[in-house]
Every structure is written in C-alpha cells, then in structure tokens.
C-alpha cells in the first residue's frame, strides 16, 4: 500500500465519521488550549512579578529590621526587631564609600483631607532619592527638597488618583491639605505609574521621614533603601552594610539586608515551579483525550472489521492495517493540536489586550502540548490498532453474526 493511498484511506475514515471525529477534534483542541492558556498565566505572573522587581534597579539593597533571612526562599515582610532602624543607622550607612544614595522609608495608613473631602491612603515618609531609586518622577511640580533625614518641612507629593479625588479639576500645586493632626503643601503631583511591587502610587502621599516619624508617633524605619555605585559593589556592599549595622547595634547582626537578585532568584524558581504544574495539572485533560480516543478508535474496528478484512485480501499487510489506524489517530492529534494552539494564542492575545499583562506561552510549552497530544493519540491507539492487525480476513469478511 503506497503513502498516498494510506493517507487517502485516512482522510476517507474521518470526512465518513465526521461527528466522532469533530468530537475527538474537540477534545484535543481543548487539551492543547488548557496546557497552553494556564503556562501562558503562570509565565504572565513570572514575567509581571520580575518586572516590578527590576524597577527597583540591580543596584538596590533593602534593609530590613529584624534577622528573618533564611537560605531557600525570601524572608517574611513583618516580625519583631531586637532593635529598630533608625536615621541615624540611614546616615552612617549612606557615609559607606561603596554606597551613591539611601532613603529611608516610614510607612502606614493616615486620613488626607482638603475642602471637605477626605479618605484614607498610604503615607511614606522618604527622603528625596527616594524618586531615583524607584525611579519615580512627577509629571508637575518637583520632588521633596533635598533635606537632612532629620529635618521636617511640611511639604508634599501626591498621586495622580489622590489629586483628582481630593481636589477634582482644581489646580493642587501650592494647596494645603490635611494628614492626621499636620497640614503639608503639596509641591507635586507624581506622573503616572500604577501599581508597583504591592504600592499604588497614584494614591500615595509622599513625605519628608522627619515629618512620617512625627505624624505616625514612631521613630523606627520601616525600610531602608540603599543604591551602590555599580552591579559588581552589590555584594561586597551588602558585607559593609551588615558590618556596620552590626557595629552600630552592639554587635548583634539584627537586620537583613535583601537584593533585587536574591529576590528574583527566589521568586523566579517559585514561579517556574508554578507553571510547571499548572501545565502539568492542564496535560491531565490530554490524558481524558486519549482515553476517549481509544474507546472510539475501539468502536471504529468494531464497525469497520469488513473493510479492514477487505484490505487484507487485497494484499495488506498486519503492519499497514496497524499504521492505517495509527496514522488516522495522529491526523486527528495533529488537526486538532495546531487548532487548540492558534485559538490559546489567541486568547493570550486577547488577555494581553485587555489586562496589559505579559501573556506568552513559552516555545517549550507549545511544542510540548503538541507533542504530548500525539503521543497520547498514539500510545491509547495502539490497542485497538493492534486489535484491527490480527483480524484475519476470512474471519473479518463474514457478516457480524457469523463471526464467533
């Protein structure tokens, strides 16, 4: 039996049986967009997480309060400190030679009114290179002057979505508003930027620390950012900030100094770790495929045992009947994987339209789930298959009732 005259055959089986074979169309595509839809997610998380941490610049260390690092994945985000991060640990650590700038960080919720108007939003208290290392600028106004850590002014920088909601379509530069007991004039307003490792920037208020330690009543930092003077000082400067703060606390290596890489490496095996499953959990419905692919396949040599004894007088051998069978499972795995592919792409795309997230599904993804879907075709076809290939002819060509 020629190639040509096989794949006619096949193509004859599936246009004759064209229900059972748009349903086992359907399966597949449908495994297919399942493998590729959840690994274009968990990649769309990967890439969404790593990207907020690569605006914090490969030059950015974190101090934290407290000793909470332990090797094998991030530390948490609160926990008691033996003793607090002060400005003046900020002011010893922005002396380092290795290190270009610190800002300092004071956090919490505080009620921000003007003319009547009022809600609650998330107040830092900062100093000015701040801006610089989360890469924060204004679309009018200026930054926070450039003031010692301990000096307040009652100035401020607002949000985009804090200055429309308090003062609508008035000008805010130059006004005065109202946080907790303390007024500041707002000296900018922040271009926009959205939302950025968990802070909404466009309903932020952004305050000298000085000022944050005294409206919060707390003189402990919540963070401390300090930027080195290239990629390669990030590690020897880590050393020289620990060293310090350890000096300056009585020789108890009470903080935990933190780098964007640390971070990513963390949250990078993480998520790997995520799309590995979700796809692995996705290729469980390529597995109900084959299965249904094998009681069809099973169903088709029951009704087409005439036909298969047919070949085999005219001088088929066991091998071809066995691949003829075969070769129709894989077209459909084929068909029916390329049309899961394009419409998964396709809602990626739209996902990516409407959310503005990185949705891609890897090329491993791709070539996996189709592979996987002709694999699974094969493998639950070979049965039935095999069955078809040991039919003798004479057996085969008796009518149904006549065959014992």
Avoid at 207 to 226: D, K, M, S, T, Y
Avoid at 232 to 260: M, N, P, W, Y
Avoid at 285 to 303: D, E, F, K
Avoid at 310 to 329: D, I, N, R, S, W
Wanted: charged letters at 20%.
């Amino acid at each position: 039996m020629r190639s040509a005259d096989a794949l006619n055959l096949c193509l004859g089986a599936l246009r004759g049986h064209r229900s059972r074979s748009l349903m086992l169309l359907l399966a597949i595509g449908i495994g297919v967009i399942a493998v590729n839809l959840l690994t274009g997610l968990g990649e769309g998380a990967r890439g969404f997480v790593l990207e907020e941490f690569a605006m914090l610049g490969r030059n950015t260390l974190i101090v934290l309060p407290g000793r909470k690092e332990t090797t094998g994945g991030m530390p948490p985000v609160t926990g008691l400190a033996p003793r607090d991060l002060t400005l003046q640990d900020a002011e010893a650590v922005a002396r380092l030679p290795q290190v270009r700038r610190v800002a300092p960080l004071q956090a919490g919720l505080m009620e921000v009114s003007y003319a009547g108007r009022a809600r609650e939003t998330f107040t830092l208290g900062t100093s000015r290179d701040f801006f610089a290392i989360r890469q924060l600028d204004v679309d009018q106004g200026q930054l926070l002057p450039r003031l010692a850590f301990d000096q307040p002014q009652a100035v401020c920088v607002i949000g985009n979505t804090l200055r429309r909601e308090l003062f609508g379509n008035r000008p805010a530069l130059g006004e005065w508003l109202r946080a907790g007991d303390r007024r500041f004039r707002v000296i900018g307003i922040l271009a926009e930027r959205g939302e950025s490792l968990g802070i909404d920037f466009g309903e932020a208020l952004i305050i000298p620390v000085a000022n944050a330690q005294a409206l919060f009543n707390r003189e402990g930092l919540f963070r401390l950012f300090a930027e080195v003077r290239g990629p390669s000082l990030v590690a020897s400067g880590k050393r020289q900030i620990l060293a310090l703060l350890k000096e300056r606390h009585e020789g108890k290596e009470d903080v935990t100094v933190i780098s964007q890489d640390s971070m990513l490496a963390a949250f990078n095996d993480i998520l790997n770790a995520l799309s590995l499953a979700v796809a692995g959990i996705a290729a469980i419905s390529l597995l109900v495929a084959g299965i249904l692919i094998m009681n069809v396949t099973w169903i088709a040599v029951n009704q087409r045992t005439a036909e298969i004894g047919l070949l085999k007088a005219l001088g088929a051998t066991a091998a071809q009947v066995h691949l003829l069978f075969l070769g129709e499972a894989a077209l459909l795995a084929l068909c029916g994987g390329l049309a899961g592919l394009l419409l998964g792409e396709g809602l990626l795309w739209l996902g990516r339209w409407l959310w503005q997230l990185p949705l891609y599904t890897p090329a491993w993804a791709r070539a996996s789930s189709l592979l996987l879907a002709m694999a699974t075709a094969l493998l639950f076809a070979w049965l039935p298959a095999s069955r078809a290939a040991a039919l003798e002819p004479v057996a085969a060509l008796r009518p149904a009732g006549a065959r014992t």
